[in-house]
Protein backbone atom coordinates (compact mmCIF):
# COMPACT_ATOMS: atom_id res chain seq x y z
CA UNK A 1 0.00 0.00 0.00
CA UNK A 2 1.24 3.24 -0.99
CA UNK A 3 1.88 5.57 2.01
CA UNK A 4 2.98 9.16 2.74
CA UNK A 5 3.74 10.63 6.08
CA UNK A 6 4.72 14.18 7.31
CA UNK A 7 6.20 15.34 9.96
CA UNK A 8 5.97 16.96 12.68
CA UNK A 9 2.04 17.48 12.34
CA UNK A 10 1.86 20.57 13.67
CA UNK A 11 4.50 23.43 14.50
CA UNK A 12 4.27 26.66 16.35
CA UNK A 13 7.58 29.04 15.59
CA UNK A 14 7.97 32.89 16.26
CA UNK A 15 9.04 35.38 13.44
CA UNK A 16 12.12 35.19 12.33
CA UNK A 17 12.60 31.36 12.90
CA UNK A 18 13.69 28.87 10.35
CA UNK A 19 11.89 25.39 10.42
CA UNK A 20 11.91 22.23 8.32
CA UNK A 21 9.29 20.27 7.46
CA UNK A 22 9.93 16.54 6.35
CA UNK A 23 7.41 13.89 4.38
CA UNK A 24 8.47 10.21 3.80
CA UNK A 25 7.30 7.79 1.35
CA UNK A 26 7.05 3.98 0.47
CA UNK A 27 5.33 4.35 -2.97
CA UNK A 28 5.26 1.72 -6.11
CA UNK A 29 5.76 3.72 -9.76
CA UNK A 30 7.32 7.00 -8.31
CA UNK A 31 8.21 9.58 -10.51
CA UNK A 32 8.42 12.94 -8.66
CA UNK A 33 7.38 14.96 -5.37
CA UNK A 34 5.26 18.05 -5.08
CA UNK A 35 4.98 20.47 -2.22
CA UNK A 36 2.02 22.32 -1.39
CA UNK A 37 0.46 25.21 0.59
CA UNK A 38 -3.04 25.38 1.83
CA UNK A 39 -4.14 28.45 4.11
CA UNK A 40 -7.86 28.35 3.53
CA UNK A 41 -9.32 26.79 0.00
CA UNK A 42 -7.21 25.27 -2.18
CA UNK A 43 -3.33 24.32 -2.02
CA UNK A 44 -1.09 26.58 -4.07
CA UNK A 45 1.74 24.86 -5.69
CA UNK A 46 5.40 25.42 -4.42
CA UNK A 47 7.89 22.96 -5.72
CA UNK A 48 8.43 19.77 -8.32
CA UNK A 49 10.98 17.60 -6.77
CA UNK A 50 12.22 15.11 -9.82
CA UNK A 51 16.13 14.47 -9.24
CA UNK A 52 17.48 13.48 -6.10
CA UNK A 53 19.92 16.05 -4.15
CA UNK A 54 18.85 19.06 -6.81
CA UNK A 55 17.76 21.88 -4.17
CA UNK A 56 14.92 23.86 -5.46
CA UNK A 57 14.68 27.77 -4.04
CA UNK A 58 11.87 30.12 -4.19
CA UNK A 59 12.64 33.02 -2.12
CA UNK A 60 12.56 31.99 1.54
CA UNK A 61 11.91 28.57 1.05
CA UNK A 62 13.96 25.42 0.01
CA UNK A 63 13.45 22.44 -1.04
CA UNK A 64 15.29 18.75 -2.07
CA UNK A 65 14.62 14.97 -2.24
CA UNK A 66 16.47 11.63 -1.48
CA UNK A 67 14.95 9.02 -3.62
CA UNK A 68 17.40 6.34 -2.17
CA UNK A 69 16.38 7.36 1.24
CA UNK A 70 12.76 8.05 -0.13
CA UNK A 71 12.28 11.78 1.83
CA UNK A 72 11.95 15.12 1.10
CA UNK A 73 12.42 18.50 3.34
CA UNK A 74 11.02 21.53 2.73
CA UNK A 75 13.06 24.65 4.68
CA UNK A 76 11.69 28.07 5.45
CA UNK A 77 14.04 30.77 6.72
CA UNK A 78 13.18 33.79 8.88
CA UNK A 79 9.56 32.79 8.82
CA UNK A 80 6.54 35.20 8.40
CA UNK A 81 3.16 35.20 9.93
CA UNK A 82 2.17 35.01 5.71
CA UNK A 83 4.31 31.49 6.16
CA UNK A 84 1.15 29.96 8.45
CA UNK A 85 -0.83 26.98 6.06
CA UNK A 86 -0.89 23.74 5.96
CA UNK A 87 1.96 22.30 3.97
CA UNK A 88 1.18 19.10 2.03
CA UNK A 89 3.54 16.98 0.17
CA UNK A 90 2.57 13.83 -2.72
CA UNK A 91 4.11 12.03 -4.19
CA UNK A 92 3.06 11.49 -8.43
CA UNK A 93 3.28 8.18 -10.32
CA UNK A 94 3.60 6.92 -13.94
CA UNK A 95 -0.12 6.17 -13.61
CA UNK A 96 -1.11 9.41 -13.26
CA UNK A 97 -2.20 8.82 -9.96
CA UNK A 98 -1.33 11.32 -7.14
CA UNK A 99 -1.91 10.92 -3.03
CA UNK A 100 -1.08 13.35 -0.43
CA UNK A 101 0.76 13.64 3.04
CA UNK A 102 -1.08 14.37 6.15
CA UNK A 103 0.08 17.80 6.25
CA UNK A 104 2.13 19.73 8.45
CA UNK A 105 0.29 22.33 9.98
CA UNK A 106 2.71 25.23 10.97
CA UNK A 107 1.88 28.58 12.72
CA UNK A 108 3.61 31.39 13.22
CA UNK A 109 3.12 34.53 16.00
CA UNK A 110 4.83 37.54 15.68
CA UNK B 1 -9.30 33.00 -17.56
CA UNK B 2 -8.43 29.50 -17.44
CA UNK B 3 -9.35 27.50 -14.09
CA UNK B 4 -11.53 24.93 -12.19
CA UNK B 5 -14.19 26.04 -11.10
CA UNK B 6 -16.17 23.85 -8.23
CA UNK B 7 -19.79 24.26 -7.60
CA UNK B 8 -21.27 24.71 -4.82
CA UNK B 9 -19.42 26.17 -2.05
CA UNK B 10 -21.23 25.03 0.66
CA UNK B 11 -23.88 21.98 0.57
CA UNK B 12 -25.89 20.47 2.88
CA UNK B 13 -27.18 17.08 2.61
CA UNK B 14 -30.30 15.50 4.79
CA UNK B 15 -29.53 11.86 6.10
CA UNK B 16 -30.50 9.14 2.70
CA UNK B 17 -30.02 11.55 0.28
CA UNK B 18 -28.01 11.49 -2.59
CA UNK B 19 -25.68 14.66 -3.44
CA UNK B 20 -23.42 15.74 -6.42
CA UNK B 21 -20.45 18.34 -6.50
CA UNK B 22 -19.80 19.56 -9.32
CA UNK B 23 -16.17 20.31 -10.92
CA UNK B 24 -15.49 22.16 -14.29
CA UNK B 25 -12.06 22.80 -16.14
CA UNK B 26 -10.91 25.07 -18.85
CA UNK B 27 -7.63 24.20 -18.53
CA UNK B 28 -8.08 21.46 -21.83
CA UNK B 29 -6.43 18.83 -18.69
CA UNK B 30 -6.93 15.41 -19.46
CA UNK B 31 -6.68 13.97 -15.90
CA UNK B 32 -8.75 15.16 -12.91
CA UNK B 33 -9.26 13.93 -9.62
CA UNK B 34 -11.38 13.89 -6.19
CA UNK B 35 -9.97 14.15 -2.92
CA UNK B 36 -11.64 14.62 0.82
CA UNK B 37 -9.99 16.79 3.53
CA UNK B 38 -11.25 16.16 6.71
CA UNK B 39 -10.66 18.84 9.90
CA UNK B 40 -6.80 18.62 10.57
CA UNK B 41 -6.28 16.04 7.83
CA UNK B 42 -4.51 15.90 4.26
CA UNK B 43 -6.17 15.15 1.31
CA UNK B 44 -7.36 11.82 0.57
CA UNK B 45 -7.67 10.94 -2.88
CA UNK B 46 -11.45 9.23 -4.01
CA UNK B 47 -11.41 8.93 -7.84
CA UNK B 48 -9.23 9.67 -10.53
CA UNK B 49 -9.68 10.11 -14.15
CA UNK B 50 -6.80 10.11 -17.22
CA UNK B 51 -9.40 10.29 -20.02
CA UNK B 52 -13.08 10.71 -21.04
CA UNK B 53 -15.39 7.54 -20.68
CA UNK B 54 -12.89 6.11 -17.90
CA UNK B 55 -12.15 6.37 -14.05
CA UNK B 56 -10.10 4.33 -11.30
CA UNK B 57 -10.49 4.16 -7.54
CA UNK B 58 -8.83 6.44 -5.06
CA UNK B 59 -8.14 5.03 -1.80
CA UNK B 60 -11.32 5.87 -0.44
CA UNK B 61 -13.73 5.61 -3.13
CA UNK B 62 -16.58 3.59 -1.31
CA UNK B 63 -19.76 5.68 -1.54
CA UNK B 64 -18.43 7.92 -3.71
CA UNK B 65 -19.56 7.49 -7.83
CA UNK B 66 -17.99 9.48 -10.47
CA UNK B 67 -18.50 9.64 -14.06
CA UNK B 68 -16.29 11.75 -16.84
CA UNK B 69 -18.56 12.46 -20.07
CA UNK B 70 -16.93 14.82 -20.99
CA UNK B 71 -12.75 16.00 -20.87
CA UNK B 72 -14.58 19.48 -19.05
CA UNK B 73 -16.26 17.49 -16.42
CA UNK B 74 -15.62 15.29 -13.56
CA UNK B 75 -18.73 15.06 -11.08
CA UNK B 76 -19.11 13.60 -7.76
CA UNK B 77 -21.56 12.21 -6.56
CA UNK B 78 -21.68 11.23 -2.35
CA UNK B 79 -24.27 8.33 -2.15
CA UNK B 80 -26.31 7.43 0.95
CA UNK B 81 -24.05 4.66 1.59
CA UNK B 82 -21.11 7.66 2.73
CA UNK B 83 -22.17 7.10 6.54
CA UNK B 84 -19.47 10.37 6.92
CA UNK B 85 -19.54 12.82 4.30
CA UNK B 86 -19.18 15.77 5.99
CA UNK B 87 -16.01 16.96 4.57
CA UNK B 88 -14.24 19.42 2.21
CA UNK B 89 -13.95 17.84 -1.41
CA UNK B 90 -11.45 19.58 -3.35
CA UNK B 91 -11.41 18.59 -7.46
CA UNK B 92 -7.83 19.51 -9.82
CA UNK B 93 -6.63 18.79 -12.69
CA UNK B 94 -3.41 18.27 -14.20
CA UNK B 95 -2.10 17.99 -17.93
CA UNK B 96 -0.82 14.43 -18.38
CA UNK B 97 2.50 12.80 -19.60
CA UNK B 98 4.52 16.11 -18.79
CA UNK B 99 6.06 17.33 -15.54
CA UNK B 100 3.35 19.78 -14.48
CA UNK B 101 1.62 19.77 -10.85
CA UNK B 102 -1.81 19.70 -10.41
CA UNK B 103 -4.19 22.92 -10.43
CA UNK B 104 -7.23 23.03 -7.63
CA UNK B 105 -10.51 24.50 -7.01
CA UNK B 106 -11.71 26.16 -4.68
CA UNK B 107 -13.55 23.32 -2.91
CA UNK B 108 -16.87 22.58 -1.54
CA UNK B 109 -17.46 22.32 1.88
CA UNK B 110 -20.69 19.46 2.46
CA UNK B 111 -22.11 19.16 5.96
CA UNK B 112 -24.99 16.81 7.10
CA UNK B 113 -28.10 17.98 8.65
Known amino acids: EDKVVQSPLSLVVHEGDTVTLNCSYEVTNFRSLLWYKQEKKAPTFLFML????IEKKSGRLSSILDKKELFSILNITATQTGDSAVYLCAPTFYTDKLIFGTGTRLQVFP | DGGITQSPKYLFRKEGQNVTLSCEQNLNHDAMYWYRQDPGQGLRLIYY???????QKGDIAEGYSVSREKKESFPLTVTSAQKNPTAFYLCASRRTGSEQPQHFGDGTRLSIL
Open chain 1, 50 to 53: TSSG
Open chain 2, 49 to 55: SQIVNDF
